[in-house]
């Protein structure tokens, strides 16, 4: 593919396979890669997940990632969501999809997941600290291509739309979003949370936060300045929660 971006200083990778683009990016951060560059892959072999899940990365995919080197790394938290806004905007840019965020960072349309994102930090060998955000959209790929237990979880943008996608359009576009938002983001850790509000769905539902085996249901009251989404319990207390895993309710 083509991989020059106009006006970008830092390298675009793209293979046809690899284990994983944020193993891969994070080989190529510790031995001092610069700051934005880019990996992606058209498939991987070893995609990893939220909480140490593998990611199925079947063809037909965009899986990229991008490394950071920002002078300060303690608003991390606020990547992951300032990522998955810059996803939305690829998305409805490219493939006219209007796509939105289940808290804290899948990409949902039609209640299916398009896409997960994983951020990770750690220590190149000089001792700088780095974060690499990794992103995984489902694009052209076919239902059969994922694992039956995924079905009617997991959604592409084919599959809900019936429409092919460019995937080098795609890569570009995403590349162009995360460049644009993560620049502002080094100056303002919440400059994505106006349009990270207004694209997250879960906010006035009753969701099960799931912790283990244990399953509690409450509502969604809202996103916090931090991200954080605060939730009610029906004995009226709240709780801020800054990770973990939800699942919306059917039926209300
Ligand atoms: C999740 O929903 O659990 C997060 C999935 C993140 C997947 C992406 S695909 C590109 C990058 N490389 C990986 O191995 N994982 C991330």
Request: hydrophobic share 35%.
């Amino acid at each position: 593919m083509n991989t020059d971006i106009e006006g970008r200083a830092a390298p675009v990778y793209y293979y046809e396979k690899l284990d994983s683009t944020n193993t891969t990016l994070k080989s190529l951060a510790y031995e001092g890669a610069p700051d934005g560059t880019v990996i992606a892959a058209a498939r991987q072999t070893l995609g990893r997940g939220r909480a140490g899940k593998c990611f199925e990365s079947p063809p037909g995919g965009v899986y990229l990632s991008i490394l950071l080197r920002p002078e300060r790394l303690e608003n991390i938290s606020t990547l992951t969501p300032t990522a998955a806004v810059a996803v939305c905007s690829a998305l409805e840019r490219c493939c006219g999809l209007k796509a939105r965020i289940k808290w804290p960072n899948d990409i949902i349309y039609n209640e299916k997941k398009l896409c997960g994102i994983l951020c990770e930090s750690a220590v190149d060998k000089s001792g700088a600290r780095y974060a690499v955000i990794g992103i995984g959209i489902n694009v052209n790929s076919d239902s059969e291509s994922f694992s039956t237990e995924l079905h009617g979880i997991v959604g592409s943008v084919l599959t809900e739309t019936g429409r092919h996608t460019d995937i080098d359009a795609l890569i570009c576009a995403l590349t162009e979003e995360l460049d644009r938002l993560l620049s502002l983001w080094r100056h303002d850790a919440r400059c994505a949370l106006d349009a990270y509000r207004r694209l997250c769905t879960t906010c006035g539902k009753r969701v099960d936060i799931l912790r283990g085996e244990e399953r509690d249901t409450v509502y969604a009251e809202r996103i916090e300045d931090d991200f954080s989404l605060l939730v009610s319990y029906p004995d009226g207390r709240e709780e801020k929660l800054f990770f973990g895993e939800i699942s919306i309710r059917k039926s209300e």
